[in-house]
């Protein structure tokens, strides 16, 4: 599967900004789909992910609250609404696929990155 990330930008502290990750390829497999961020000078990590259903939902402590994940199977393209941004949400954000069933792991497929920067 080929994801594609889109919808990063520059946001003022306390903005909201919405991720998108468009799926295609083999998308009638029912994959866990997630995002991770790569802040400057920092690992990789986890921010929040959902099962194929959608039933199911994770997230990274730091977001909790303030981010919400979805997706849309019909339209094979899921989301990350980002609310009450910090300047510390200043990322890379990439979309992530796997075939499950653990969430915060075991990602195969990876979106190219979208770059958010929240500024005061």
């Known amino acids: 599967v080929q994801l594609q990330a889109s919808g990063g930008g520059l946001v003022q502290t306390g903005g909201s900004l919405r991720l998108s990750c468009a799926a295609s390829g083999r998308t009638s497999s029912r994959y866990v789909v997630a995002w991770f961020r790569q802040a400057p000078g920092k690992e990789r990590d986890f921010v929040a992910a959902?099962?194929?259903?959608?039933?199911?939902?994770s997230y990274a402590d730091s977001v909790k609250g303030r981010f919400t994940i979805s997706r849309d199977n019909f339209k094979n393209t899921f989301y990350l609404q980002m609310s009450s941004l910090k300047s510390e949400d200043t990322a890379v954000y990439y979309c992530?696929?796997?075939?499950?069933?653990?969430?915060?792991?075991?990602?195969?497929?990876w979106g190219q990155g979208t770059l958010v920067t929240v500024s005061s």
């Open positions: 959902i099962s194929w259903s959608g039933g199911s939902t």
């Open positions: 992530a696929a796997s075939k499950g069933p653990t969430m915060l792991s075991g990602y195969d497929y």
